[in-house]
């Protein structure tokens, strides 16, 4: 059973900076992609940042120059490195990854629990 769990949120006032950690646990063979969501209280959950196994990256609109998502593959770990932030990035941060196990290659997607960051002056 492959496990998520991220860290870093916390409280942080307009123009600082956080980075988010996820921990992949489990057994994974090969990262398909992982992902970073968002969702502001009584709104849809939103997709923030996203990297690929082969690095290729993408991201939100609002979060464009702002933001940066990396991982390190061999520790199974990804990061969402936040900057200039504002109170609306505030919302409760999901780590999102879609992987295989090793062989026979078992596909898991599934979420981390989430980590909170607060935005506020």
């Known amino acids: 059973q492959v496990q998520l769990v991220e860290s870093g949120g916390g409280l942080v006032q307009p123009g600082g900076s956080l980075t988010l950690s996820c921990a992949a646990s489990?057994?994974?063979?090969?990262?398909?992609?992982m992902r970073w969501y968002r969702q502001p209280p009584g709104k849809e959950r939103e997709l923030v940042a996203g990297?690929?196994?082969?690095?290729?990256?993408t991201y939100v609109d609002s979060v464009k120059g702002r933001f940066t998502i990396s991982r390190d593959s061999m520790k199974k770990m990804v990061y969402l490195q936040m900057t200039n932030l504002q109170p609306e990035d505030t919302a409760v941060y999901y780590c999102?990854?879609?992987?295989?196990?090793?062989?026979?290659?078992?596909?898991?997607?599934?979420w981390g629990r989430g980590t909170q960051v607060t935005v506020s002056s």
């Open positions: 999102n990854a879609d992987v295989y196990s090793p062989p026979p290659y078992t596909r898991w997607s599934g």
């Open positions: 990297i690929t196994g082969e690095g290729d990256t």
């Open positions: 489990g057994s994974i063979s090969r990262i398909n992609f």
